[in-house]
């Protein structure tokens, strides 16, 4: 069964296939419980400001309506989305008490998200641009045989895949154009502590970029050729909720890329810093709450901040 | 007993006071025993390359006097330099081989180093700039109340200050214009563990700006005003020997503003970068030893390097 909201004509330019949650997370700030979560959730909606986004995921039919219509409102394609009569959707409960950069996982409870197979609806299988949230890199696999060759390709990953499907990983990476890894994933995936090493060493997999997240200290990317950014984070003094800004950097990166519809390095290097003002956005409520008021003039308000005035 | 290599008639620009030690430090590269070190040396020797450095500090007469040479070569006036007949130098053992980016101590003897008691030569008193590296913060106020009150300041800390002596280092900071503290610091004198918060905090003791140094990260600074800049790190894959990084990286930072003789937000900004540059080049070989080839060509090219691509 697919959701029954009414989508327009025109096709997704980016497709994201990911998990669609729903979080209970404590932070300093407080306990939200069952919000809207999900790598494809946080990913889409931040991209969801440059270009239409196709979403690909599971849930069951506890799924909230009213997180059906926030997507929908944000023009998200969501044909793909497979709601499972009688099934329950993906719950996760964490916290951020210890260290706000690290979550305490408490609970996963993946339900419906356990058996997910994705299936791309036909109008997603020729959009230009791919993006694979973090699920097992098998499922990646698939959706990647599902796509256009065409296709520009960009992955997620995280650690347990790679401690526990590395051959995979490897192969997925093999299949891709970018590689987005966190600072902890790409010391864990090439064994190098230093960071500029690690890179370069995913580079050799054949990607034409590899991004390493850093969190609160920025993101670097590294090309053919030498090609090396890195960029400090956008400062957040009040930290509401780290949940999904690396989904959201990862929407703001490859929603510009889509917009462009190019991946010179010069697209590259503004699209990290609309990945960075998207992310820095993200922190700063509950959920994907702040995106529910976000403007475009406020996103090239806070570009044209940090690019003046920060870095 | 002041050494008797030759100076200059000019006065120093810029005065530094901290610790000249031989420094024995094993990391993955290799072990290197009795090297020159010492937070004022760093500082000198990386700041010798913009403006002329006075040295305040104390040695044993078994200070190698080849050491006394290079710094004399790089044009660093000596006359504050005391060298204690009979005494023995400041000696540190330490290790990087669990993580680069903090060290493992394993010895410190601070023979002559643990009586020093500053005494600024007249030549140095009217200096229109002063750098107080990692002393007790005591002897840091004691060098203040020799200095001319239109000195330009700046201090360097450490944490057994701020656990030890925490009026004092508040003192301090109440006494200079620029406070430089590595991120480690900056969390546990303000608790807080968010830097954009912490750095914040510090600009409360009246110091007119705050720079927040995070090694591989690259650095903060704050200032008034809502003033900020953030900048990552350049780019360095093989780091021989981390010792001294942050204290060139102040060497830069100091002798760029000393050379520009101002500290508005812009000169500031520029200064962050040269600090960043010469930092990278500290971490390529052990000891101070980059700076025994390095060109100022190399530092404008890296600049250059750093301006244009990497940020």
Same mark, same amino acid.
């Given at each position: 069964?697919?959701?029954?909201?009414?989508?327009?004509?025109?096709?997704?330019?980016?497709?994201?296939?990911?998990?669609?949650?729903?979080?209970?997370?404590?932070?300093?700030?407080?306990?939200?419980?069952?919000?809207?979560?999900?790598?494809?959730?946080?990913?889409? =909606?931040?991209?969801?400001?440059?270009?239409?986004?196709?979403?690909?995921? =599971?849930?069951?039919?506890?799924?909230?309506?009213?997180?059906?219509? $926030?997507?929908?409102?944000?023009?998200?394609?969501?044909?793909?989305?497979?709601?499972?009569?009688?099934?329950?959707?993906?719950?996760?409960?964490?916290?951020?008490?210890?260290?706000?950069?690290?979550?305490?996982?408490?609970?996963?409870?993946?339900?419906?998200?356990?058996?997910?197979?994705?299936?791309?609806? !036909?109008?997603?299988?020729?959009?230009?641009?791919?993006?694979?949230?973090?699920?097992?890199?098998?499922?990646?696999?698939?959706?990647?045989?599902?796509?256009?060759?065409?296709?520009?390709?960009?992955?997620?990953?995280?650690?347990?895949?790679?401690?526990?499907?590395?051959?995979?990983?490897?192969?997925?990476?093999?299949?891709?154009?970018?590689?987005?890894?966190?600072?902890?994933?790409?010391?864990?995936?090439?064994?190098?502590?230093?960071?500029?090493?690690?890179?370069?060493?995913?580079?050799?997999?054949?990607?034409?970029?590899?991004?390493?997240?850093?969190?609160?200290?920025?993101?670097?990317?590294?090309?053919?050729?030498?090609? $090396?950014?890195?960029?400090?984070?956008?400062?957040?003094?009040?930290?509401?909720?780290?949940?999904?800004?690396?989904?959201?950097?990862?929407?703001? $990166?490859?929603?510009?890329?889509?917009?462009?519809? !190019?991946?010179?390095?010069?697209?590259?290097?503004?699209?990290?810093?609309?990945?960075?003002?998207?992310?820095? $956005?993200?922190?700063?409520?509950?959920?994907?709450?702040?995106?529910?008021?976000?403007?475009?003039?406020?996103?090239?308000?806070?570009?044209?901040?940090?690019?003046?005035?920060? =870095?």
């Amino acid at each position: 069964m697919n959701v029954p909201v009414p989508t327009k004509d025109d096709s997704p330019r980016v497709v994201v296939v990911g998990s669609v949650a729903l979080d209970t997370v404590t932070t300093p700030a407080g306990t939200r419980a069952e919000m809207l979560g999900g790598s494809a959730v946080h990913f889409a =909606v931040s991209a969801s400001f440059f270009t239409r986004v196709g979403l690909v995921g =599971v849930v069951g039919d506890d799924f909230p309506r009213e997180h059906l219509a $926030f997507l929908a409102a944000r023009n998200i394609d969501l044909r793909g989305l497979d709601i499972v009569r009688g099934a329950k959707t993906f719950r996760w409960t964490g916290s951020y008490l210890r260290d706000l950069n690290a979550a305490d996982t408490h609970c996963t409870a993946l339900n419906v998200f356990a058996d997910f197979s994705p299936q791309l609806p !036909a109008a997603y299988r020729q959009a230009p641009v791919l993006f694979l949230a973090n699920i097992a890199p098998a499922l990646q696999m698939h959706v990647l045989e599902q796509m256009s060759p065409s296709c520009y390709r960009i992955c997620d990953t995280m650690n347990l895949w790679i401690t526990q499907n590395r051959t995979d990983v490897e192969e997925v990476f093999r299949r891709v154009h970018i590689a987005i890894l966190n600072d902890g994933e790409a010391r864990m995936f090439t064994g190098k502590h230093n960071l500029i090493a690690a890179g370069r060493a995913i580079l050799a997999y054949g990607v034409e970029y590899c991004v390493i997240k850093k969190g609160e200290h920025g993101a670097m990317i590294f090309g053919q050729d030498g090609f $090396f950014v890195a960029l400090p984070a956008y400062p957040v003094e009040d930290v509401v909720d780290p949940t999904g800004a690396g989904d959201s950097f990862a929407g703001g $990166f490859v929603g510009y890329l889509s917009a462009c519809a !190019a991946h010179d390095q010069m697209t590259i290097r503004a699209a990290l810093r609309h990945g960075i003002v998207m992310g820095s $956005f993200n922190v700063a409520d509950f959920s994907c709450d702040r995106f529910r008021t976000l403007t475009v003039r406020e996103i090239e308000q806070r570009l044209a901040d940090y690019n003046a005035k920060i =870095v």
